[in-house]
């Protein structure tokens, strides 16, 4: 059984409890994190929890620990669930007052709740879908307009996976005007030529750490990278696809709408990318 975190105490998953009345149950007012683990350290921590900052700031809600208070509790998490290689779990929602109101709660009385939990992946970054590369489908992007913010209201990212599974693909590239957005946990790419194309950042996208990291890596490695928005069109007409997310690292993309990229296999950048990435993370990790 696990041991998880909530609000000060590390308990075991079963008895860990937050109120009915929190409004990240009712009204999916909660940011959160995902990081991941790769032998038994932290990657990208700090860009993890950079964005939880924005995030919350964003909402006008409360900080529920300073960086080292969080670092410390995930380090504490990584010991006492012995994970190697997996993920961790942040959530922080603006709390419960004991009532359920659309009017956000006094910070000054209520209190943000602060729930952390592990995801063992042993092997996490051998992932063998990494070398057939995956399958996706476009679908609308029907999201609210404020995507840089990582809320937990993702009931159409999972719809959005959902309709992935039933047409026989791995995941789905939202568009927005004809163009992508990203994908329903991911940032996505295209290669045409000798360049590296992802949408800019704006409010249409989250913002991703491994995005940021991954740009940094491709422009020190000399690559050419163009941030702008790309239509679906154009993206199953490229060289190469590909993904990044704290989770998936760097995963190269070989279909889009049953159409083949380029060769219908993982090509070599993301596979450079991905190699690059995970190399310079590890040596990286906290
Ligand atoms: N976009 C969306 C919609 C996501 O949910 C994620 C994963 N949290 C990403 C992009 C990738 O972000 P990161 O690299 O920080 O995991």
């Avoid at 568009?175 to 590296?196: C, F, L, M, P, Q």
Wanted: hydrophobic residues 40%; without cysteine.
């Amino acid at each position: 059984m696990r041991t998880v975190y909530v609000n000060g105490d590390y308990l075991p998953e079963t008895e860990a409890r937050v109120s009915i009345f929190d409004r990240g149950f009712l009204m999916a007012d909660g940011v959160y994190e995902v990081t991941s683990v790769l032998g038994g350290k932290l990657i990208d921590f700090a860009g993890h929890i950079a964005r939880l900052e924005r995030s919350l700031r964003e909402l006008d809600m409360k900080k529920p620990a300073v960086f080292d208070d969080l670092l410390e509790i995930h380090r504490e998490l990584v010991r006492l669930n012995g994970i190697g290689d997996g993920l961790i779990y942040l959530q922080v929602t603006r709390g419960s007052d004991g009532d359920r109101d659309f009017v956000f709660p006094d910070p000054e009385t209520t209190e943000p709740t602060l729930v952390l939990f592990t995801q063992s992946k042993p092997g996490l970054a051998d992932n063998p879908a990494a070398r057939r590369g995956i399958k996706v489908i476009g679908i609308e992007d029907i999201r609210w307009g404020r995507r840089d913010i990582k809320t937990v209201q993702l009931l159409y990212p999972s719809m959005g996976k959902m309709m992935a599974q039933k047409a026989g693909a791995d995941d789905a590239w939202m568009i927005e005007d004809g163009h992508v957005t990203e994908g329903t946990s991911n940032n996505a790419y295209i290669v045409k030529g000798n360049r590296i194309v992802t949408r800019q950042l704006s409010h249409d996208i989250l913002h991703g750490i491994t995005r940021a990291a991954v740009l940094r890596m491709a422009r020190e490695a000399q690559m050419q990278v163009e941030e702008r928005a790309f239509s679906i069109d154009e993206a199953k007409a490229a060289d190469e696809a590909f993904v990044t997310s704290a989770s998936a690292f760097v995963m190269p993309v070989v279909e889009i709408d049953g159409v083949a990229i380029g060769e219908g296999r993982p090509g070599p950048v993301a596979t450079r990318l991905r190699e690059i990435y995970l190399e310079e993370s590890r040596k990286a990790a906290i």
